[in-house]
Structure formats: structure tokens, C-alpha cells
């Protein structure tokens, strides 16, 4: 083995240990730092205030009190597949069970590495849901041929980091509320009924007093479908911007009132 590659394999045990070094420095920093020193309660109202991506959930890689707290149903519900144990609060096998179980403001923590099955569920209540992958493509929501759609909002409610795929159909139906769309996928798949698909459709009408209705896409692919877009009643598409990257197109636009 040469010089050279005896130091540049030497360099690299080093930088790992010291990568390894940093990061439980980092978690006995935190452990042992002032606010460790509040009660569970306290902290978990703290937390309540963090977004849940990524803040709240880089809170949890700290240590095992903090993963606890920041993890804790009060704070958010998790759809997991397989699920691990009926007997854990807050945890359910589909993200349906989730947003009937939900209360309004709730946030629903979408577990990744596996497909969920979303047949036109109607949401009613405010929510979030979080795709709780790295990137929007480790958390897939699939909407079955057959199905309206996948997600059907009738309440100002937001998503993020999510993929949403229709075979056919569309993959957010909006009736109504402010919905916002964050850093995810909108697919809907190739086929030769494709003039019927649409990644977005919004049929809100005119809005009752103190009730606004609207639509906010940020940082999102969308693909496939005969239009981006589909709307009806008192919206419209407006203020469309998009960035073109070497494989993908992202979009921000608004759908409001005319």
C-alpha cells in the first residue's frame, strides 16, 4: 500500500471519529445545557412552537428524552407501515385512521419508505401533513384508478414533503379553504385518458363572510395531466413562477379570486 493511500485512508478515519466526536459533544451540550433542566411539560410547549420539518425534527435526534418529547402525539400523529404496535398513542397504519383521529391543528407526521394508500379522503379540520422523509420522494401517497382523488380539502389545511401520485383523476381536489402545497411531488401517471387527470383541481365558490378560499404552490414538481391546474367557481390561476432544473421543473403560483 502506498504512502499516499495509507494518509488519505488516515485522513478519513480522522475526520469520522471527529464527525462522531462533534456530534455527541453536541447531544451532552444539549442535555446538560439549562433548558434540559425544565420538566417534561415545558419543554414539550417549547417544542409545540418549533416547525415540525426540519426543526422539530432534528430536535428528536438528540437524545432519547428529547426524541420522546418531540415525538409525543400531542405534538403530532404518525401514519407508520408496518406498524410497529397498536398499544403506542398516537400512531396509526393508515392515513386515514389518522385524519378521522386528528383534532383541528393537528400535524400528521407521514412515515417514509413505504406507498400509503389515499382513496379520496375528504379532510374537514385544519391539519398538516408532513412527509417525514429527507426528500418528497421517500413519502408516497398513491390514488388508486377509480378515486376522485387522493386528498379532497375542504378546510385550510397545508402538505409538505410529500409525493402524490393519481392514475387517474386528480391528486388534490380543493372545495374549499386556504390550502398550501410545500416542497412536494404532483404526478399523474400516463394514460390514454390523460385529458381527464389534472395534479390540481379547485372547484371553491365564492367565499362566505370571514372565510377566505385560495390555493399556494411553493418549490413543487408537477407532472403529467392535461393541465397543471384545473379551476372552477370564483378562482383563478395567478402569479406563476417556475424554475427549470436539469430534470425537473418547480413551481410557485396562486390560485385566488378573480
Not at 471527529?18 to 459533544?25: N, P, Q
Not at 406498524?83 to 385524519?99: D, H
Request: with cysteine; net charge positive; glycine share 8%.
Amino acid at each position: 500500500m502506498s504512502v499516499a493511500c495509507v494518509e488519505s485512508r488516515g485522513r478519513g478515519m480522522a475526520e469520522k471519529a471527529e464527525a462522531i466526536a462533534k456530534k455527541k459533544w453536541a447531544a451532552e451540550a444539549a442535555v446538560n445545557s439549562p433548558i434540559s433542566m425544565l420538566d417534561d411539560g415545558c419543554l414539550m410547549h417549547i417544542f409545540s412552537f418549533l416547525s415540525p420539518i426540519p426543526d422539530r425534527y432534528n430536535t428528536a435526534l438528540v437524545c432519547h428524552r428529547w426524541l420522546f418529547l418531540a415525538c409525543h402525539p400531542r405534538l403530532w400523529l404518525r401514519v407508520e407501515r408496518p406498524i410497529k404496535t397498536t398499544a403506542e398513542p398516537g400512531v396509526f397504519p393508515t392515513l386515514e385512521a389518522a385524519i378521522s383521529a386528528a383534532r383541528p391543528g393537528d400535524t400528521i407526521l407521514i412515515a417514509a419508505g413505504s406507498t400509503h394508500i389515499a382513496s379520496s379522503i375528504q379532510i374537514k379540520k385544519t391539519l398538516c401533513l408532513i412527509g417525514a422523509g429527507m426528500n418528497p420522494d421517500d413519502t408516497v401517497l398513491t390514488c388508486p384508478r377509480g378515486a376522485d382523488s387522493a386528498l379532497e380539502f375542504l378546510s385550510t389545511c397545508k402538505i409538505a414533503n410529500l409525493t402524490i401520485r393519481a392514475e387517474l383523476g386528480c391528486c388534490l381536489l380543493h372545495r374549499g379553504g386556504r390550502l398550501t402545497i410545500e416542497g412536494c411531488v404532483l404526478q399523474c401517471e400516463d394514460n390514454p385518458l390523460d385529458y381527464l387527470s389534472c395534479p390540481i383541481r379547485s372547484t371553491a365558490t365564492n367565499p362566505v363572510k370571514g372565510q377566505l378560499h385560495g390555493v399556494t404552490v411553493a418549490r413543487t414538481r408537477i407532472e403529467g395531466g392535461a393541465k397543471a391546474v384545473c379551476t372552477s367557481g370564483a378562482l383563478v390561476l395567478q402569479h406563476v413562477r417556475a424554475i427549470y432544473s436539469r430534470a425537473s421543473v418547480f413551481f410557485w403560483f396562486e390560485v385566488g379570486e378573480k
